[in-house]
């Protein structure tokens, strides 16, 4: 492989896990869905993964600039966000019993993926901008290198939630109750902080 194929596979590497790794409403999700079920960050990969994957296709074939639209960020802004807003109250109002808390969120992690990833505007944003770049390194080495791009990608996104939602599993019995309260209103008030930003941020920028 040549030194540009390598620089490629790092970049690709390097942005995918600092946009999965950052604070937000899916490592929010994740950390409480992981309190109960240990392969639920694998779920919700895959059901980010499951919204992602017709965006990249879009972004290949030229359609970014329509992500970018104003109109398709304030829908997405406005449902995303009363979704937020509803799922962070569910846990903040029942988070002085964590084990349901968490069933309120966690009750189907593949669709809490889906529904993270496909209402937060700033996904769509992030693709028309930083992912056109990295698709369009991807396309100067064909279809080994696109494929490369969404394996890689991908398994930035899946291992770091699963790795995620397995330490917090692992980890639960070391909460003591004042602990559990503490990560479950920090979950919830991102989520509805979150929904509330996305609701509002969409207009003031357009």
């Not at 496909?118 to 080994?144: C, E, K, R, S």
Request: one cysteine or more.
């Amino acid at each position: 492989m040549s030194a540009d194929f390598w620089l490629f596979i790092l970049t690709t590497v390097g942005i995918s896990l600092s946009g999965v790794m950052l604070p937000g409403p899916l490592t929010a999700a994740t950390i409480a869905s992981g309190y109960r079920n240990r392969d639920a960050g694998l779920m919700i990969g895959v059901g980010h993964g499951i919204i992602e994957l017709p965006i990249i296709a879009l972004v290949y074939f030229g359609f970014a600039a329509y992500l970018s639209m104003p109109v398709v960020r304030q829908v997405t802004g406005v449902a995303g966000g009363l979704l937020l807003v509803v799922m962070g109250s569910l846990i903040f109002f029942t988070f002085k019993n964590p084990v349901e808390a968490a069933d309120r969120l966690t009750h189907s992690p593949l669709v809490t993926g889906m529904l993270m990833t496909g209402g937060n505007p700033y996904f769509l944003l992030w693709w028309a901008t930083i992912g056109v770049t990295l698709i369009a390194m991807a396309a100067t080495f064909g279809v080994m290198g696109m494929a490369v791009f969404v394996i890689l990608h991908l398994a930035c996104d899946i291992g770091w939630d699963q790795f995620l939602s397995v330490t917090v599993y692992k980890t639960k019995h070391l909460w003591t109750p004042r602990v559990q309260k503490i990560i479950f209103s920090i979950c919830a008030l991102v989520l509805i902080g979150f929904g509330i930003y996305f609701g509002v941020s969409v207009f003031l920028s357009a």
